[in-house]
């Protein structure tokens, strides 16, 4: 064969090769998941992916032949500036996290790689740039950020609570195997608080799903009936009905309705317009490490949540219904601890066979805001656990 033809075929088939490497690189670009973007030494986009059109809002006709600062927020334009610097000296740069604007306005947080773009002749023509969506994983930095802070803070707030339990307990007790045995089914009852709210990331707990964990180890299911809307709880409500129901479930297990066979406890909740100048303020509760109990019902010019304690059972024959005869820590959380934390107010009622305690709050204090819940009284639901 002449060198001429040889040449040429050579030549030939040099080109093909080119050509599909050519291909299988554009089919690699279109198919990436990640916005790839060329622009030229003075910003103007030279070519524009599928992913780019996804990420950014928009299409390539649109974007190819415009500046790349059309995608840059006004406060970080000196960052094309110092990434063009860097291209032109042949640096690449290392990917780091930004924000950019979206057609629609919208910013998004990417993470970004740039490169510099030579030629036939090894000269620096442009810059290719990567751009991640990161979004989704920085709101989950975020969520995961606020999460601790707020473990954090209920960690202490458990801490508090626990020194608390210690102190008050340890002034009613004088049995040591009674104190220890009160202390660590009152850390229990927290604990199981604690799980809900855990499983929950936080966000609060049914108010059916509280009182059926704190009950149930007490047994007597068929015994309790439970009647009122859903509603899901703000975290600080979990922590202080929780241990109001702990503590009503203890004294009924020993002195009440969930002690006797023939014995009943029903517990009700409603949803209604406040009282006027039913609240108190400036309330200092000191146990339990209350916050923020400054609040008064009905402050908010809002509604109220009203829940019902009653348990009935056969009356016992030294049982005299005396209030102060068993006035210990769980009558303190009752009268002063639960409704205080809520900004509220309580009454706790005995006589013989008979049991029953009052909570009155501001909704807004107990139950995680919902678009559309008013609490119909009507909407009851009937429950036995």
């Not at 415009?66 to 927020?73: A, E, N, R, V, Y």
């Not at 020194?163 to 009674?178: N, Q």
């Not at 990331?201 to 007490?218: N, R, T, V």
């Not at 503590?247 to 949803?271: F, H, P, R």
């Given at each position: 064969?002449p060198?001429s033809?040889?040449?040429?075929?050579?030549?030939?088939?040099?080109?093909?090769?080119?050509?599909?490497a050519?291909?299988?690189?554009?089919?690699?670009?279109?198919?990436?998941?990640?916005?790839?973007?060329s622009?030229d030494?003075?910003?103007?986009?030279?070519?524009?992916?599928?992913?780019a059109?996804?990420?950014?809002?928009?299409?390539?006709?649109?974007?190819?032949?415009?500046?790349?600062?059309?995608?840059i927020?006004?406060?970080?334009?000196s960052?094309e500036t110092?990434?063009?610097?860097?291209?032109?000296?042949?640096?690449?740069?290392?990917s780091?996290?930004?924000?950019r604007?979206?057609?629609?306005?919208?910013?998004?947080?990417?993470?970004?790689?740039?490169?510099?773009?030579?030629?036939?002749?090894?000269?620096?023509?442009?810059?290719?740039?990567?751009?991640?969506?990161?979004?989704?994983?920085?709101?989950?930095?975020?969520?995961?950020r606020?999460?601790?802070?707020?473990?954090?803070?209920?960690?202490?707030?458990?801490f508090?609570?626990?020194l608390?339990?210690?102190?008050?307990?340890?002034?009613?007790?004088?049995?040591?195997?009674?104190?220890?045995?009160?202390?660590?089914?009152?850390?229990?009852?927290l604990?199981?608080?604690?799980d809900l709210?855990?499983?929950?990331?936080?966000?609060?707990a049914?108010?059916?799903?509280?009182?059926?964990?704190?009950?149930k180890?007490?047994?007597?299911e068929?015994?309790?009936?439970?009647?009122g809307?859903v509603?899901?709880?703000?975290?600080?409500?979990?922590?202080?009905?929780?241990m109001?129901?702990?503590?009503?479930?203890?004294?009924s297990?020993?002195?009440?309705?969930?002690?006797?066979?023939d014995?009943?406890?029903?517990?009700t909740?409603?949803?209604?317009?406040?009282a006027?100048?039913?609240?108190?303020?400036?309330?200092?509760?000191?146990?339990?490490?209350?916050?923020?109990?400054?609040?008064?019902?009905?402050?908010?010019?809002g509604?109220?949540f009203q829940?019902?304690?009653?348990?009935?059972?056969t009356?016992?024959p030294?049982?005299?219904?005396?209030?102060?005869?068993r006035?210990?820590?769980?009558?303190?959380?009752?009268?002063?601890?639960?409704?205080?934390s809520?900004?509220g107010s309580?009454?706790l009622e005995?006589?013989?066979?008979?049991?029953?305690?009052?909570?009155?709050?501001?909704l807004?204090?107990i139950i995680?805001p919902q678009?559309?819940?008013?609490?119909?009284?009507?909407?009851?639901?009937?429950?036995?656990?």
């Amino acid at each position: 064969m002449p060198m001429s033809e040889i040449v040429a075929a050579t030549a030939t088939n040099n080109e093909k090769q080119s050509a599909t490497a050519d291909a299988r690189l554009a089919a690699i670009v279109d198919s990436s998941f990640d916005a790839i973007i060329s622009k030229d030494l003075t910003s103007i986009i030279t070519s524009w992916n599928l992913a780019a059109e996804r990420m950014f809002g928009y299409t390539a006709e649109e974007a190819v032949g415009q500046s790349i600062l059309m995608l840059i927020p006004d406060h970080l334009k000196s960052e094309e500036t110092e990434i063009i610097s860097r291209v032109r000296g042949g640096h690449r740069v290392a990917s780091y996290e930004t924000t950019r604007r979206r057609k629609d306005g919208a910013l998004i947080s990417v993470s970004l790689t740039v490169s510099p773009i030579k030629n036939a002749n090894g000269e620096i023509v442009g810059a290719s740039k990567i751009a991640r969506d990161i979004s989704a994983a920085k709101e989950s930095e975020r969520r995961i950020r606020l999460l601790m802070r707020e473990v954090n803070h209920r960690v202490k707030n458990q801490f508090a609570v626990i020194l608390s339990m210690v102190r008050e307990t340890s002034k009613r007790s004088s049995d040591p195997r009674e104190f220890e045995e009160l202390i660590r089914a009152r850390i229990m009852a927290l604990s199981r608080s604690h799980d809900l709210l855990v499983t929950s990331e936080w966000a609060g707990a049914s108010l059916f799903d509280l009182i059926q964990e704190h009950l149930k180890p007490f047994g007597r299911e068929e015994q309790i009936l439970l009647s009122g809307p859903v509603l899901t709880l703000q975290s600080n409500a979990v922590q202080n009905l929780g241990m109001a129901f702990h503590e009503l479930g203890t004294n009924s297990s020993k002195y009440g309705a969930l002690g006797s066979e023939d014995g009943q406890v029903e517990i009700t909740w409603t949803i209604g317009s406040s009282a006027q100048g039913s609240g108190t303020q400036d309330l200092g509760a000191k146990d339990l490490g209350a916050k923020d109990l400054g609040r008064s019902v009905g402050a908010s010019g809002g509604r109220d949540f009203q829940l019902l304690w009653t348990e009935t059972s056969t009356p016992r024959p030294d049982d005299k219904g005396d209030e102060s005869a068993r006035k210990g820590f769980g009558t303190v959380v009752l009268q002063r601890v639960a409704p205080q934390s809520l900004g509220g107010s309580a009454q706790l009622e005995r006589s013989p066979g008979r049991l029953s305690w009052r909570l009155s709050a501001p909704l807004a204090s107990i139950i995680v805001p919902q678009a559309g819940i008013e609490g119909d009284d009507g909407a009851a639901l009937g429950f036995g656990i």
